[in-house]
Every structure is written in structure tokens, then in C-alpha cells.
């Protein structure tokens, strides 16, 4: 295992857990510099914190303990878990963000990202199913840590769900959903993407919540398509990792 460096930076921004963390929430910290960042993360009177913060460099500094609740997450829902800051770990990623001039995320700082996560899986059980993005909790709210965070690269060191649909797969499901469709299409794609973690309720109408929510799905898991539209790749996506989560539900219980 590797032995990571991490450094010590309190911050007062945390109360008492409820439970032990079974989540993982990736956040970007949409800020011009990290040192930035860091300070925000640490100012009692911004009362927002994270339990980690990893910079551009790879550099990883601890702000609260991981049995404490830190208040990074905000209002969402994950899997039928409203409190989420209470469930959950945070991690801030340094970027600049949507707002500052998105950009990639530096190899070193996500090999840093991924020995983190993998430190932290070693102390509490976190399914793959539960390692998610902030966008994921809070659609309507947050593109973080949004489409250019390689979530593919965390999955095939072990930490999450990824899936990746044949061509025929593909073509098997048509055309595409978008606002104003209504239908079974429509009733499925829903239900797959409740079942899957979102906030979005079942139901037979493609409105614009539905559409934010696909556009969440798309940062994760189709980030080469990040509209809203749930064109016949994005529901093949959809249809996979949700057996990827189903299939790991299982082996859970049975375990």
C-alpha cells in the first residue's frame, strides 16, 4: 500500500457523526488557486469544510477527522440518503472550476486522489456504487468535479462503477429522450436512474429535472456528451452500470 504524506490543516468546520461513512463524495473546489481554497475550508465563518483537500501538485492536506461530519456536501440525496455530510467522506480537488477556467486534472494529483481513496476504503466499507461526484447528489446545483475528472482511470484502480456499451448495445436502443418525451423509454430511463442513486423520482415525462439529471449522469459516466439528452450511448451507460451496482448489492448481501 502506499504510504501517503499528508499534511495537517484543521479546520473548525465539523460537528458529531451518526453513523460510520459509507460514501465517498468527490468535489472540484471552484476557486482561483488552492490556497485559496484552503483558507475558505478553514474560515469559521464560511462554515463549509471538507475532510480532505488534494492540490494540483499531489500534495494532500487533512482538514477534519474522518469520524467527523464535515460540511462539504449541502443539500442532495444519494440512494435514499438525504444527510449526506453525515454519511459520507469529502474529498476537494483543486480546480478552478466551471466559473474560474475548468481544466484538466494534473496525472500527480489524480494518482493522489486515487492512493487517498484507497487509504481511506482500507478504514471504513465503502461500495463502488457509493463513490460519486457532487454533481451526483445535487444535479440542480453543482457540476463538480464535472466532466473532466477521469473517473475512468479512479474504476480501474479499483474505486467506483464504469461501464462502457458495445456498438449493437448501443443501436439496440434507438433514438434519443429529450424534454417533452413521454413513453415507456421515458419510464425506464427514469426508474434506472433512481435506482441508481439520483434524487430523480420515477415517472413516465422527460422534464427538465429529468434532463438535469441525465446531464449529472453524463459528468460521470458519457462525459463526451454533457446535454441533457439521453441519446441511445448515455441509456446503454446507464443500463450497465446499474448492473455493475446491482450485481455489487448483491455480492454485499451474500457476503
Known amino acids: 500500500m502506499t504510504t501517503l504524506t499528508?499534511?495537517?490543516?484543521?479546520?473548525?468546520?465539523f460537528d458529531e457523526r451518526r453513523a460510520p461513512p459509507d460514501i465517498l463524495v468527490l468535489h472540484y473546489t471552484g476557486m482561483r488557486t488552492g490556497e485559496e481554497a484552503l483558507a475558505r475550508l478553514r474560515d469559521p465563518a464560511?462554515?463549509?469544510?471538507?475532510?480532505?483537500?488534494?492540490?494540483?501538485?499531489g500534495r494532500i492536506f487533512s482538514l477534519v477527522p474522518e469520524a467527523r461530519r464535515a460540511w462539504h456536501a449541502g443539500r442532495g440525496v444519494w440512494q435514499g440518503e438525504t444527510d449526506i455530510n453525515a454519511a459520507s467522506i469529502g474529498i476537494e480537488i483543486v480546480n478552478p472550476g466551471h466559473e474560474f477556467g475548468y481544466r484538466a486534472f494534473p496525472d500527480v494529483q489524480v494518482q493522489a486522489v486515487i492512493d487517498l481513496t484507497s487509504d481511506i476504503r482500507s478504514r471504513w466499507t465503502i461500495p463502488d456504487a457509493r463513490i460519486i461526484g457532487h454533481s451526483d447528489l445535487a444535479p440542480e446545483r453543482k457540476e463538480d468535479p464535472g466532466e473532466l475528472f477521469?473517473?475512468?482511470?479512479l474504476a480501474q484502480a479499483g474505486h467506483g462503477l464504469w461501464f462502457e456499451p458495445a456498438a449493437e448495445r448501443i443501436a439496440a436502443l434507438g433514438g434519443f429522450l429529450q424534454v417533452g418525451d413521454e413513453?415507456?423509454?421515458?419510464?425506464?430511463?427514469?426508474?434506472?436512474?433512481?435506482?441508481?442513486?439520483?434524487?430523480l423520482q420515477p415517472g413516465g415525462t422527460f422534464d427538465e429535472e429529468t434532463a438535469t439529471t441525465v446531464r449529472a449522469?453524463?459528468?460521470?459516466?458519457?462525459a463526451s456528451r454533457v446535454d441533457g439528452v439521453a441519446?441511445?450511448?448515455t441509456r446503454a451507460t446507464l443500463m450497465g452500470v446499474l448492473?455493475?451496482?446491482?450485481?455489487?448489492?448483491?455480492?454485499?448481501?451474500?457476503?
Open 6 to 13: 499528508i499534511t495537517d490543516a484543521p479546520s473548525p468546520n
Open 46 to 57: 464560511a462554515e463549509v469544510s471538507a475532510h480532505y483537500l488534494v492540490e494540483e501538485d
Open 150 to 153: 477521469p473517473w475512468k482511470r
Open 183 to 199: 413513453g415507456i423509454g421515458v419510464v425506464v430511463l427514469r426508474s434506472g436512474l433512481h435506482r441508481l442513486g439520483y434524487g
Open 217 to 222: 449522469f453524463q459528468r460521470h459516466w458519457r
Open 231 to 233: 441519446d441511445g450511448e
Open 243 to 255: 448492473q455493475l451496482a446491482t450485481a455489487e448489492s448483491v455480492t454485499g448481501v451474500l457476503n
